[in-house]
């Protein structure tokens, strides 16, 4: 974000402090994904229920949406032996837009479309999360939301810093002109109309992808970038941890000061 972003941004916050912040008309929910094997963490430990400054990581991503004005409510995609957890966290965390938790996939794919098909009728847009994506905040949750409010699917994303290279067989192919390349964060916020077209045809297709940009992709439909921190890393292996108990550390000691 350069600095007359962080100007606008910080404007609009002032704006926003002195005359409330304005209604949204559209019912979104926040779908986690946190139904993942953890196999690159190493021994059989479960990424979402590591603690981080004593909270599980999935309390830290729930906690995020639930302070984000433009989530609704909130579903979670679990593992089987995880789904009791998250009413326990709901009650001792305070996070009054749970709504359920639903059995995760074999995939994210899958998962994704479990709890999509959960969703109450009421919702217009689903934003999609990583649930060890820990570090995403409320005020990042409601940009992409308000992009996809505007042109009906919009994705958190970071600009690529370094020179990327294309390979074939493990030699250099092609450089990319990276001025146009940006790394995919999520959440990835979508129309609910948009994003279920996006699964029939997939499916139809017999499509399997990584994030769900690529479904909607698929179906020609343009999805709007929105920069955000370098922080939104997610937890994947031990070093992830360091990290991210690093990043919290400083941000607790920026709001004390």
Known sequence: MN?????????????????????????????????????RMGDGISKQMLKLHGV??????????????????????????ELPLYEEFAKAYSITKFRKAVLGGE????????????????????????????LITPAEIDRVNAAAYASGAAAAAIRAEETVKSERSGLIESTLDRDHIWLARTPQAFGVNVYRTALAIAERDNVSVTDDCALVEHIDYRIRLVECSKQNIKITTAEDTLLATAILAMRSTEEDV
């Open 56 to 81: 599980p990581v999935i309390v830290h991503t729930l906690l995020a949406f639930e302070r984000a004005s433009s989530v609704d409510d909130i579903l979670v995609a679990a593992k089987k032996e």
């Open 3 to 39: 600095e007359t972003e962080t100007l606008a941004q910080k404007l609009a916050e002032a704006i926003r402090g002195i005359f409330g912040r304005p209604k949204k008309s559209h019912h979104t929910t926040a779908i986690i994904v946190a139904g993942g094997s953890s196999s």
């Open 107 to 134: 995939t994210r794919q899958a998962s994704v479309k479990n709890a999509f098909a959960a969703i109450a009728e009421k919702t217009d847009f689903v934003s999609i999360h990583d649930g060890a994506r820990c």
